[in-house]
Structure formats: structure tokens, C-alpha cells
């Protein structure tokens, strides 16, 4: 009953959310007498700050129509070069790039959010890479005749992936980025294409904030992981996917249960943001109280995951630390990362991230024991959190020239 407990407030929330949202354009109405009084104001505030709290949001956009590089603007063609049931592989490429320049691929969360979180990172690096990125599907527009989804198939898809990024680099092999979750099976993915020679093996792999030992600095979400047995996981957390969908049927771990996980962690600077947003509106300041909402409609579109890799996520990485003890297995075999030999490690950590501590990223480089030491580096992007090491100021003008570095040297 839980989906349909969410799917009945969710229809009440959109109904309430019109209202509210015709309410504040009739107080803000030239015409209306009390649009010139400071009730008005206040008021058409509040209802607009509600409205934009309690709306739905469906899958976004990337957007992504140019970059500016060397004083010259060149716009960016989107094209999707695989489709897939539960996942695309996208392509950004422009002009101001020629085909020869690296080929990167983003490996982007499945954890609730759509890869448009990644616009940011995409677009800066656009400057010097044709850049492709994993759009995961929502589990709950993927029809039951599909069959399932986990941990062996997402790496299947990476592995894939990977080949046709080098069928259309002419044979030339990839770079490798995964951000946050990803980084476990791009991780594993790396070891099984080193150790089988495979011709597209990843030049070089960037881990961002990934929880590839999570024992190191435990933050809240690994603790909650590891409190609560497989089955709580399984009895209270994953639901039935109801008829109004195409995936109706499948079992799912619900984008809305993520949201409202992620939104609790940090529910006071969550409510401040919506005051200072109320606050911009009543002021007029227009641009600043729409910065603050084209935040939140990215954060507030979410997508569900099959149960299958959720589940698994949670008993391999987060209770049995499979990686770091070298018990992973992709399909019963044992993924050995001392095969890493021919990749180039990069591991990225924000000083302040509250997701994936300092160190669960870093073990990556001690994992690697085949790797030669001047095929891997660390960095620690300071004063910065989670989303600060792949989107924002401190993302394009610290990191990625660091991640930019690194492609370049072991190209």
C-alpha cells in the first residue's frame, strides 16, 4: 500500500499546489487592489513558495545548447548512440572540439535521482572532452517483460557502453568518470575489463565521492545501513510498482522514500532555503528566488530503482564492504582489482562531504596493489561537500581542471 498511499497525497499535493499557485498570481495581480498593499505580497509569497514545495516533477531536461570556449560560443549536439531498457547512453559533442580530443565517459548515480544532476559536470567538461553519460531509466516506466535489473547488469551496461564509446573513437580507448554510488561497479568494471585484456578498457578511471570502503569515516547514511539487517530493507522499504505505470508490478526501491531520506539528513537548511526563497520573493527579488527553485527542481525529480539492485547495493557495499575485502563477484566471478594494471586511478573527496566520508573513496588507490604509484592520484577538494565536487564554482574552477589533468597525462 505504500505507492498508493504516496501516489493518493501526491494527487491531493498537485491539486493543492494549482491553487495555491493561481491564489498567488491573482494577489500579484496589477488589477487586484491588495497587490499594492503589504499583505499582498506576503501572502502571493508564502502561496508561491508552497506551490513550488508541493508541485510533481518529471524527468528534466539536460539543456545543454552551448560552451563558451576561447572568447567563442559553439553549440552542443545531444544525441542518444545506444537505448537500452534501463539505460541510454547520451552523447554531448561541438564544434569547437575536434574528433580526436578524449572520450569520456560519465557514469552517473542510480540512486534516485535523474543523470540531469550531472549538467553541470557535463558541461564543463565539454571544454576539452566529447563527453557521453548513463541516463538510467525509472524503474517504474520499465515494463515487467524486461526482466530485472542489479549490480551484474549495471556493469554489463558500463562494459557495453565502454565498446561503443571506442567503436566511435576509431578504436582509440576511453576515459572513465563515475560520480558518487557508480563508483563501486565502474570500479569493479575497470578490474574484469584489465584483467580479461578487453580492447576497451578505460584509459583512466575518476572515482568522486564513491563508497568503495565505507568504514572509513562513516557518515549517517552508512550507519543506517549498517543498523538494520537485509530483510528491514526488503519488509519496509521496497514497494509494488501500481497499474497507472508501464512498470506496474516490478518491485522498486521508490525515488520518493530517496528524497525524503536525503531531505531529512539536512531538513533545517532545507527549510532555511525555503525561507530565504519566501523572503527573495517578498523583496522582488526575482533571480535569486528562481536560483534557489531550479534547484529544487532538479533535487525534487527523482526516479525509482529495482529492488534487485538496490537491495544488493545495500548488502554488498554497505554491510558486507565486498570491495575492500575482495569478495565482490560479478556473475560468480570474483572481480580481483590487483588486475588493475593498465588504468590510471584518480580519487576525488570533498573535505565536507556528509555521503561518502574522507578515506571511502581514497581506498580505491590502496586496493589497486598492481597499479604502479604513478598511475594514481588523490585529490581533496577543500571546504567542499557532496554535490561540491561535481557541480557548482568550486566543481569547474577546482576539480575539473584536476580531472582535465589527469586525462591528459595518461591519454
Request: charged share 20%; hydrophobic share 40%; with cysteine.
Amino acid at each position: 500500500m505504500l505507492y498508493h498511499a504516496y501516489e493518493l497525497q501526491r494527487s491531493w499535493l498537485n491539486s493543492a499546489s494549482a491553487v495555491a499557485s493561481i491564489s498567488a498570481e491573482f494577489l500579484t495581480n496589477p488589477a487586484n487592489p491588495l497587490s499594492y498593499m503589504g499583505v499582498g505580497p506576503m501572502a502571493a509569497s508564502a502561496l508561491d513558495v508552497f506551490a513550488h514545495a508541493t508541485a510533481s516533477y518529471s524527468k528534466p531536461a539536460f539543456g545543454i545548447e552551448y560552451v563558451d570556449m576561447d572568447g567563442e560560443r559553439h553549440p552542443v549536439e545531444e544525441a542518444t548512440v545506444v537505448n537500452r531498457p534501463f539505460g541510454d547512453l547520451k552523447r554531448f559533442r561541438h564544434t569547437g572540439l575536434p574528433e580526436s580530443s578524449p572520450r569520456l565517459l560519465i557514469v552517473a548515480p542510480m540512486s534516485g535521482h535523474y543523470a540531469t544532476l550531472l549538467r553541470g559536470t557535463v558541461q564543463r567538461m565539454l571544454k576539452s572532452c566529447i563527453v557521453y553519460i548513463t541516463d538510467w531509466a525509472d524503474a517504474k516506466l520499465v515494463p515487467m517483460h524486461e526482466g530485472t535489473f542489479d549490480l551484474d547488469d549495471y556493469i554489463d551496461y558500463l562494459v557495453a557502453f565502454l565498446e561503443q564509446i571506442r567503436v566511435e573513437g576509431q578504436g582509440e580507448r576511453p576515459h572513465m568518470m563515475a560520480v558518487c554510488q557508480p563508483s563501486v561497479p565502474a570500479f569493479a568494471t575497470t578490474a574484469l575489463m584489465n584483467l580479461h585484456k578487453d580492447p576497451a578498457t578505460p584509459k583512466t578511471l575518476t572515482m568522486m565521492g564513491g563508497p568503495i570502503d565505507t568504514r572509513e569515516s562513516p557518515t549517517t547514511v552508512n550507519n543506517l545501513a549498517m543498523e538494520r539487517p537485509i530483510e528491514w530493507f526488503r519488509n519496509s522499504v521496497i514497494a509494488t510498482v501500481p497499474m497507472n505505470y508501464r512498470g506496474s508490478g516490478r518491485k522498486v526501491y521508490p525515488g520518493f522514500m530517496q528524497l525524503a531520506s536525503f531531505m531529512s539528513m539536512n531538513l533545517g537548511s532545507h527549510m532555511m532555503s525555503h525561507y530565504e526563497m519566501f523572503k527573495h520573493l517578498t523583496e522582488g527579488d526575482e533571480d535569486s528566488a528562481q536560483t534557489t527553485k531550479d534547484f529544487y527542481d532538479e533535487y525534487r525529480a527523482v526516479c525509482d530503482m529495482t529492488a534487485e539492485f538496490y537491495l544488493q547495493t545495500v548488502e554488498e557495499v554497505f554491510q558486507k564492504h565486498s570491495i575492500p575485502n575482495g569478495e565482490f563477484r560479478h556473475k560468480g566471478e570474483i572481480v580481483d582489482l590487483h588486475k588493475i594494471t593498465d588504468t590510471a586511478l584518480l580519487a576525488i573527496e570533498g573535505e565536507r562531504d556528509d555521503i561518502s566520508g574522507l578515506g571511502q573513496t581514497k581506498a580505491a588507490l590502496d586496493l589497486a596493489t598492481g597499479l604502479s604509484a604513478k598511475k594514481k592520484q588523490y585529490y581533496m577538494a577543500e571546504g567542499a561537500g557532496h554535490y561540491g565536487i561535481f557541480n557548482g564554482s568550486k566543481w569547474r574552477n577546482n576539480v575539473a581542471p584536476v580531472v582535465e589533468d589527469f586525462i591528459a597525462t595518461h591519454g
